[in-house]
């Protein structure tokens, strides 16, 4: 037997029990295709290409393993900021805990109520960039997440919005699994940032699906809540338009399984695309970065700028390829991944990848993996600073090239601080 016959075969009996959540029939509908395409497909397996460095049998399995809740005294992210809450408890949109639903420029609708309308914009958009981006390689999670997502919000933007959106996701059960899909549409010359942070649950699947039209701009602050044996599974998927930008930037602390995926179409002229990443870790931590990027018009930039500082064991992956097609001329392609290991235990798996079939293109690609320069650390040492202090201090410069792809001071100010913090905590 072959192994994609095995693997349906496998699917089909774990999702025999299985079907899509009721909603309105375009809704309906879509999520029924998206079911069929995980049957398809089959969920994903060790043996496949892009999951050979991280096992998915926990972010798949039938059953969610159990995770401790994390008792945090620290101030909530982004608490100083003034900004629009949106809040889910273990998946679930909390209306006490968020703001009133509404700003300038913009309209945002939970998901449970888009799917009673008959008809509606999001009929266009949802699940659509993440079929799009099962090509060249398939993302069964992401389509699973599409077919029985029944929570998660549908953001338009029409201008100019000042008021960041902040996703809060708490977890309060330890056994929860956690499935929301969001869609944003970002109109011409508009521009918008949302923000995310927490935890979630002990097991999460999120879409994010952002549409960018012609000169408008998208900013992406994320960061993944400390809970450590919380497993978490992203998706990122991103179509731009003609002089429009899109950025993107991850903080990971702490957790027992993460991966993160993006997918970023660049179809109009003149588009710029940033995604970067840094993440802290140690133990049983096992963090994912998977990305890729398609040029499909001219004149395009992308930057991909990856982070790591691992120990005691911990493991951190890579996984970037950046795509130019043809008649993508004049592209701009910069790709950096690098792991600063703190132990001889810890360990970093790249695969940097660039795929070009235009002729006139700048694009570069690099990984690197090493320890604390001795150099710099006996330099420091020499000055009188402390071995655990100028270790510290060369990991923070070691993660800040990641941090200054925020465009905002004011939030690369505050990840600065928690990164700070998260190396405090471990050298007390």
């Given at each position: 037997?072959?192994l994609?016959?095995a693997?349906?075969?496998?699917?089909a009996?774990?999702?025999?029990?299985?079907?899509?959540?009721?909603g309105a029939g375009?809704?309906?509908s879509?999520?029924?295709?998206?079911?069929k395409?995980?049957h398809?497909?089959?969920l994903p397996?060790?043996?496949?290409?892009y999951?050979k460095y991280?096992r998915p049998d926990t972010?798949?399995?039938?059953?969610v393993?159990?995770?401790?809740?994390?008792?945090?005294d620290?101030t909530p992210?982004?608490d100083?900021?003034?900004?629009?809450?949106?809040?889910?408890?273990?998946?679930?949109f909390?209306?006490?805990?968020s703001d009133?639903?509404?700003?300038?420029?913009?309209?945002i609708?939970?998901?449970v109520d888009v799917?009673?309308?008959?008809?509606h914009w999001?009929?266009?958009?949802y699940?659509?960039?993440e079929?799009?981006?099962q090509?060249?390689?398939?993302r069964?999670?992401?389509?699973?997440n599409t077919?029985m997502a029944?929570d998660?919000?549908?953001?338009?933007?029409t201008g100019?919005?000042s008021r960041?959106?902040?996703?809060i996701?708490k977890?309060?059960?330890?056994?929860s699994d956690?499935?929301l899909?969001?869609v944003?549409?970002v109109e011409?010359g508009a521009?918008f940032?949302l923000l995310?942070?927490?935890?979630a649950?002990?097991?999460?699947n999120?879409?994010?699906?952002v549409d960018?039209?012609?000169k408008?701009a998208f900013n992406?602050?994320?960061?993944?809540?400390?809970?450590?044996?919380?497993?978490?599974?992203?998706?990122?998927?991103?179509?731009l338009?003609?002089?429009?930008a899109?950025?993107s930037?991850t903080?990971?602390?702490?957790?027992?399984?993460t991966?993160?995926?993006?997918?970023i179409?660049?179809?109009?002229d003149?588009?710029?695309?940033?995604?970067a990443?840094?993440?802290?870790?140690?133990?049983d931590f096992?963090?994912d970065?998977?990305?890729?990027i398609?040029h499909d018009?001219?004149?395009?930039?992308?930057?991909?700028?990856?982070?790591?500082?691992?120990?005691n064991?911990?493991?951190?992956v890579?996984?970037?390829?950046?795509?130019?097609?043809?008649?993508?001329?004049?592209t701009?392609g910069y790709?950096i991944?690098?792991?600063l290991?703190?132990?001889?235990?810890?360990?970093?798996?790249?695969?940097?990848?660039?795929?070009?079939y235009?002729?006139?293109v700048?694009?570069?690609?690099?990984?690197?993996?090493?320890?604390?320069?001795?150099?710099?650390?006996?330099y420091?040492?020499?000055?009188?600073v402390?071995k655990?202090i100028?270790?510290?201090?060369m990991t923070?410069?070691?993660?800040?090239?990641?941090?200054?792809?925020?465009e905002?001071e004011a939030l690369?100010?505050e990840i600065?601080a928690?990164l700070e913090?998260?190396?405090?905590?471990?050298?007390g």
């Amino acid at each position: 037997m072959s192994l994609q016959k095995a693997k349906q075969e496998a699917t089909a009996a774990q999702l025999t029990a299985v079907s899509v959540p009721d909603g309105a029939g375009w809704l309906t509908s879509l999520r029924e295709d998206a079911l069929k395409r995980v049957h398809t497909m089959g969920l994903p397996s060790r043996r496949d290409e892009y999951w050979k460095y991280t096992r998915p049998d926990t972010l798949a399995a039938a059953d969610v393993t159990p995770a401790a809740l994390f008792e945090n005294d620290e101030t909530p992210m982004f608490d100083e900021i003034d900004r629009l809450k949106v809040v889910f408890v273990d998946g679930v949109f909390d209306a006490d805990a968020s703001d009133d639903l509404a700003g300038e420029n913009l309209t945002i609708e939970r998901l449970v109520d888009v799917a009673k309308a008959d008809i509606h914009w999001a009929k266009d958009l949802y699940g659509a960039l993440e079929l799009a981006g099962q090509t060249p390689v398939e993302r069964p999670l992401a389509a699973y997440n599409t077919a029985m997502a029944t929570d998660g919000v549908v953001i338009r933007v029409t201008g100019a919005v000042s008021r960041p959106v902040n996703l809060i996701h708490k977890h309060l059960d330890t056994t929860s699994d956690a499935i929301l899909h969001h869609v944003v549409k970002v109109e011409e010359g508009a521009s918008f940032t949302l923000l995310e942070n927490g935890p979630a649950a002990a097991r999460f699947n999120s879409v994010l699906e952002v549409d960018i039209a012609d000169k408008a701009a998208f900013n992406h602050v994320r960061t993944q809540g400390r809970d450590h044996e919380r497993r978490v599974a992203t998706h990122l998927f991103t179509r731009l338009g003609e002089e429009s930008a899109f950025k993107s930037f991850t903080l990971t602390a702490n957790g027992v399984l993460t991966r993160n995926e993006c997918v970023i179409e660049l179809t109009g002229d003149n588009a710029i695309a940033h995604v970067a990443g840094a993440c802290v870790g140690e133990g049983d931590f096992h963090h994912d970065d998977t990305v890729f990027i398609t040029h499909d018009a001219v004149d395009c930039e992308s930057r991909q700028v990856f982070k790591k500082v691992l120990r005691n064991g911990a493991t951190g992956v890579f996984q970037g390829k950046i795509l130019v097609k043809p008649d993508a001329q004049k592209t701009d392609g910069y790709q950096i991944s690098q792991s600063l290991l703190l132990d001889e235990d810890s360990q970093f798996l790249a695969k940097p990848e660039l795929e070009i079939y235009a002729d006139d293109v700048a694009c570069s690609h690099g990984s690197t993996t090493g320890a604390i320069d001795e150099e710099g650390l006996f330099y420091l040492r020499a000055r009188g600073v402390p071995k655990d202090i100028a270790t510290d201090l060369m990991t923070l410069a070691f993660l800040a090239e990641a941090v200054e792809e925020i465009e905002d001071e004011a939030l690369a100010d505050e990840i600065l601080a928690r990164l700070e913090s998260w190396l405090e905590r471990r050298r007390g």
